[in-house]
């Protein structure tokens, strides 16, 4: 089976056209991204892309060689009878997860209720995607302030500090205000700010 990773790890000529095509949405992870959107909304299936390509949606470009989606379970018991088999195969027998078989990009599939971070019960959960949900470019992605909320509650756990970096990184690319702590849940609100104070040094330092 053809695997994503293991082609871009072996020719880094055609990683190097990859990354290329991904910044102008020709890779084929958003290749991907749009297929599954397609075939989720024709099955009626209530989604939200998160991880980094929502990020990427938002405004803040990063490379990454998997689409992450929310969906609720019974969502991915229905994509999973509609789609094992035709145009996506499970890593492994009983995974959760898909792989697009036409260019070998890997589908994380994130369950409506679980826990970020180190998956311990907390103030936030990942979401039921139509209640937490934007439509970019006619895909449904994460809202702002939910994908930072999830981030920042998933950078607790120390093997997902990467995370909080990511927010700071979305601060700082889309000059996020100090005041956009307030659509955060209330847990999480220090956590921003303290995110925010270090995006405005990083910014200093940049002059």
């Known amino acids: 089976?053809?695997?994503?990773?293991?082609?871009?790890?072996?020719?880094?000529a055609w990683a190097l056209e990859e990354g290329g095509m991904?910044?102008?949405?020709?890779?084929?992870?958003?290749?991907?991204?749009?297929?599954?959107?397609?075939?989720?909304?024709?099955?009626?299936?209530?989604?939200?892309?998160?991880?980094?390509?929502?990020?990427?949606?938002?405004?803040f470009r990063r490379f990454t060689e998997v689409v992450d989606v929310i969906v609720t379970r019974e969502g991915l018991e229905k994509l999973h009878e509609a789609l094992d088999g035709r145009g996506y195969v499970r890593p492994f027998e009983k995974s959760k997860n898909l792989r697009d078989t036409h260019n070998g990009v890997k589908i994380d599939f994130i369950i409506s209720g679980q826990y970020p971070g180190d998956g311990k019960p907390g103030p936030v959960a990942f979401p039921i995607p139509r209640v937490a949900s934007v439509q970019v470019d006619g895909i449904r992605?994460?809202?702002?302030?939910?994908?930072?909320?999830?981030?920042?509650?998933?950078?607790?756990?120390?093997?997902?500090?990467?995370?909080?970096?990511?927010?700071?990184?979305?601060?700082?690319?889309?000059?996020?205000?100090?005041?956009?702590?307030?659509?955060?849940?209330p847990s999480l609100r220090n956590a921003f700010l303290q995110r925010w104070e270090a995006a405005q040094v990083a910014a200093r330092d940049d002059f």
Request: glycine fraction near 6%.
């Open 1 to 12: 089976m053809l695997i994503y990773e293991d082609k871009l790890n072996r020719n880094t």
């Open 22 to 59: 991904y910044f102008d949405r020709r890779s084929a992870v958003h290749e991907t991204l749009y297929r599954l959107s397609k075939n989720l909304d024709e099955l009626g299936v209530d989604y939200a892309v998160a991880g980094a390509m929502a990020m990427f949606l938002h405004g």
């Open 141 to 185: 992605i994460v809202s702002l302030p939910k994908l930072i909320e999830l981030k920042l509650a998933s950078g607790q756990a120390e093997h997902r500090i990467h995370d909080l970096g990511d927010v700071q990184q979305l601060i700082h690319h889309l000059s996020l205000p100090k005041q956009f702590s307030e659509q955060l849940d």
